[in-house]
Each structure stands twice: as structure tokens, then as C-alpha cells.
T-cell receptor, first 115, second 113 residues
């Protein structure tokens, strides 16, 4: 399957700072990328869907001004958590899909801890 | 997308087959059945998917009932590394945002030595 990387794999930051998470498609042109978050002992929840070159579509209840998504190329999408607070501490996972495949492949995830 | 029902947990002995059931009684004709698994603190891993026919790959087999209202994922020879949460998801395949997956709670499979 396709290979997806995320950077960083974990990050600790102070409350009020912003954190950027990168999601790269290493061997695949991802026309669509998805961002999920997962709180401890819970399932994955979709945050937003981004198509290359367009604005992201956010799920209900996800603040678009707080979670900034950029998908400027077919191989890179970024999620920026602005003014992070302890309640934003979570496991953030990206996934990719392309027009030529019907399967979604996931990155390894980024553990964010906000102090 | 149709909802799925899975048992919250299952146990399996190492080396034996693990059979994970999934009910999707409201599945529609154009929805596929997908299986992913998530090992602790990792991103989900794609396993297999199918529409109506049984499917097999190097990881597992997928058995879909004739009425498509349920399916079973079979890991033929479970190992300790197969301990994970297994998610059964149904969705249409039509590109763009329709690729999004809705995760339920899945089944925690524990493979015991």
C-alpha cells in the first residue's frame, strides 16, 4: 500500500503556542487528504477533508480557525493547531486517498501534548 | 454510510484462526466493506475490502454473506503481533470526499500465547 509519513511523531508544547504537523505522501499523489484525531480510549474522529489546491471541509464542531489545514501539493498537507490548549492534547492522524485508488492509507500519527 | 456492529473484544490463541464478525444490516448496494486495524499508538492499517465476493490477500480473508448484511474477517494463523483494534467500516467508493471513513469502536482482538 501507499506510504504516508507524519512529522513530528510527538510534540510537547506550552499552552497558547501553535503547532504544525506535516503529512507527506511518499509514493503516491494524494488528491485528497483527511485529518483525524483520537482521544485516549476512543475511536478516530474525522476533523476535516482537504483536496489539493482547495479549502478544507471541516466536520461539524471542528473550528476551522483553530485547526488550519493546508494542502498545497499532491504530496504534502499540514495541520496547524493554533493557540493550543491542554484539551487539544490528542493523537492526530492523517490519511490519503487518490483518484486512482479506492483505499485510504494512514500515517503513523502525531502525539500532541499541550502543557 | 451504513453503521456496523462489532463485539467489543475477542480473544484468540496464538497460531489459531481469528474470526472477527461484523454486522452491517443496513448496507446499501453500492457500499463496500472495509477492514482496518490499529495497533496501540499507531495509525490504522488497511487490511482488506470487498463488495460481495469473498476476498483473500496476504494478511486475511474476508467472507461476506450472500445478503451482505454481515461479514467475517479471518486471520488464518494469529500471532501476538495481530493484537490490535479491528475496525469494520462500510462506505461507497466514488472518489473525493466520499472516501472518508467513519470509525466505530471496533473489536479489540487479543492474541494470547
Amino acid at each position: 500500500g501507499a506510504v504516508v509519513s507524519q512529522h513530528p511523531s510527538w510534540v510537547i508544547c506550552k499552552s497558547g503556542t501553535s503547532v504544525k504537523i506535516e503529512c507527506r505522501s511518499l509514493d503516491f499523489q494524494a488528491t485528497t487528504m483527511f485529518w483525524y484525531r483520537q482521544f485516549p480510549k476512543q475511536s478516530l474522529m474525522l476533523m476535516a477533508t482537504s483536496n489539493e489546491g482547495s479549502k478544507a471541509t471541516y466536520e461539524q464542531g471542528v473550528e476551522k480557525d483553530k485547526f488550519l489545514i493546508n494542502h498545497a501539493s499532491l504530496t504534502l498537507s499540514t495541520l496547524t493547531v493554533t493557540s493550543a490548549h491542554p484539551e487539544d492534547s490528542s493523537f492526530y492522524i492523517c490519511s490519503e486517498a487518490g483518484l486512482s485508488t479506492d483505499t485510504q492509507y494512514f500515517g503513523p500519527g502525531t502525539r500532541l501534548t499541550v502543557l | 454510510d451504513a453503521k456496523t456492529t462489532q463485539p467489543p473484544s475477542m480473544d484468540c490463541a496464538e497460531g489459531r484462526a481469528a474470526n472477527l464478525p461484523c454486522n452491517h444490516s443496513t448496507i446499501s448496494g453500492n457500499e463496500y466493506v472495509y477492514w482496518y486495524r490499529q495497533i496501540h499508538s499507531q495509525g490504522p492499517q488497511y487490511i482488506i475490502h470487498g463488495l460481495k465476493n469473498n476476498e483473500t490477500n496476504e494478511m486475511a480473508s474476508l467472507i461476506i454473506t450472500e445478503d451482505r448484511k454481515s461479514s467475517t474477517l479471518i486471520l488464518p494463523h494469529a500471532t501476538l503481533r495481530d493484537t490490535a483494534v479491528y475496525y469494520c467500516i462500510v462506505r461507497v467508493n466514488s472518489g473525493g470526499s466520499n472516501y472518508k471513513l467513519t470509525f466505530g469502536k471496533g473489536t479489540l482482538l487479543t492474541v494470547n500465547p
